[in-house]
């Protein structure tokens, strides 16, 4: 995954559909649930789902950036 890629969660079909605009690297996992530490920032095309920092392992790349 790379900057600029169109984005989904894992096992949808529809979507929402969002952007990735950079990442973050967690000092810890958020929580022993989440055991990731690098998140994507995400400007979602859907009003009702929150632009923020989502971890990689739940997205889906739909669309490589050129």
Do not use: C
């Not at 894992?10 to 958020?30: A, Q, R």
């Not at 009003?47 to 997205?59: A, F, N, P, R």
């Amino acid at each position: 995954m790379k900057v600029g890629d169109l984005v989904k969660f894992k096992g949808t079909h529809l979507g929402p559909f969002g952007v990735i605009l950079s990442f973050k690297n967690l000092s810890e996992p958020p929580h022993p649930s989440q055991p990731d530490q690098r998140s994507a920032l995400i400007e979602w095309a859907n009003k009702h789902t929150s632009t923020g920092h989502y971890q990689l392992s739940i997205l889906e790349v739909v669309s490589e950036s050129r």
